[in-house]
């Protein structure tokens, strides 16, 4: 079992940065890939970033690809999400994710998922 708590999220003018936070508890925190997807209303949730458990691999998706960073501290069972150059289309909430092992790149893979936290982008 994984629990999931993002922080982190707030309003940023465009060209802004923000690093959202995911606190995790649980046996298995430190054997999961981690990842953030986000989502906004009437659309499907949709893959950001993820880091491997091991922390030597990160995936991006091409939208965010060169402007965020994904990164995950085992010692204080945490993952980030930093955000720079943000633009209006990055608004969504982000939920944070993970999955036992293997890098989860789908809202199928995930096997665990944090409340989200909102992050608006004004132009």
Known sequence: QVQLVESGGG???AGGSLRLTCAASGRTFSSSALAWFRQNPGK???FVAAVSWRG???RYA???RGRFTISRDNAKNAVYLQMNSLKPEDTAVYYCAAKLLAVPLTTGDVEYWGQGTQVTVSS
């Open 11 to 13: 309003l940023v003018q």
């Open 44 to 46: 499907e949730r949709e």
């Open 56 to 58: 030597s691999s990160t």
């Open 62 to 64: 091409d939208s965010v």
